[in-house]
């Protein structure tokens, strides 16, 4: 396991050194390859860490392409939406030059049309990621590999780009990158925050099945992860 575990007094702290560090990779992408592509979460723990990757100045915003780990499969208009989240917070300022690929492709529900609208898009992105930052449920979730998830397996283990999931904790369906490609990045971050979540990561790094909390198929991966924890 190659995980970096950092801490952070608090909460505006942790979002400043982790938007230093996404920037710094940022940079990095686009100094070698001339562009970058980085994958955020949504939930409620990045909106702090948004606004401060989006005030940065110096990046080339228009060179950067921003998509999401997972969306729940709503349009815009949901506070439910994870694009929503991004464009408020994230999409300001320097950082409003920045192209954002959905994930979300229209209809109803993600299915075999959907998701090839999606993946045809996301064919396109700049690959390797310069970043990919996840977040992580109590139950254990990421991106949106749920407990219980139908698609579960698929998801933690094939090509995708992404694939559709719905799991009994999850509210509504769902897409996600798959962890293959997720794993495609330079940098990749788990975010997290509160006793609660440091509790559910520690448990997560005990022996146990995958199934019963999905973040553990990262944490054995053997990818590098930089773990940016604050109460
Ligand atoms: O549903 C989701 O939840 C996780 C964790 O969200 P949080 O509200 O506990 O921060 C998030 O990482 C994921 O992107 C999102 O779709």
């Known amino acids: 396991m190659t995980i970096d575990r950092r801490s952070f007094a608090d909460k505006p702290t942790l979002a400043a050194e982790l938007a230093e560090s996404v920037a710094d990779r940022i940079r990095a992408a686009i100094a070698e390859r001339g562009a970058a592509a980085i994958a ?44 929503r989240l991004v464009n408020e917070k994230l999409l300001q300022g320097p950082a409003a030059v920045a192209r954002f690929f959905p994930l979300y492709s229209g209809g109803s529900e993600p299915d075999a049309d959907a998701v090839a609208r999606t993946d045809a898009l996301m064919a396109t992105l700049p690959l390797p990621f310069a970043a990919v930052i996840l977040g992580m449920g109590n139950d254990g979730h990421t991106a949106s590999f749920f407990p219980g998830g139908d698609t579960l397996d698929e998801a933690l283990t094939a090509a ?6 719905r799991a009994p904790g999850a509210g509504e ?59």
């Not at 995708?160 to 999931?165: E, S, V, Y």
Request: hydrophobic letters at 35%; glycine letters at 8%.
């Open 173 to 231: 369906p769902r897409i996600t990158f798959t962890l293959p490609r997720l794993l495609e990045t330079d940098g990749l971050y788990l975010h997290i925050e509160g006793e609660e979540k440091s509790r559910v990561f520690d448990k997560a790094l005990e022996d146990g099945p995958v199934e019963d909390m999905p973040i553990r198929a990262v944490l054995r991966s053997g990818a590098p992860v930089t773990v940016y924890w604050c109460p």
């Open 40 to 83: 955020v979460s949504g939930g409620s723990t990045p909106g702090k860490f948004f606004q401060a990757l989006g005030k940065t100045r110096d990046i080339d915003w228009d060179k950067v392409v921003v998509t999401l780990v997972d969306e729940r499969w709503v349009d815009e208009t949901s506070d439910r939406s994870n694009a």
């Open 160 to 165: 995708g780009p992404t694939l559709a999931i």
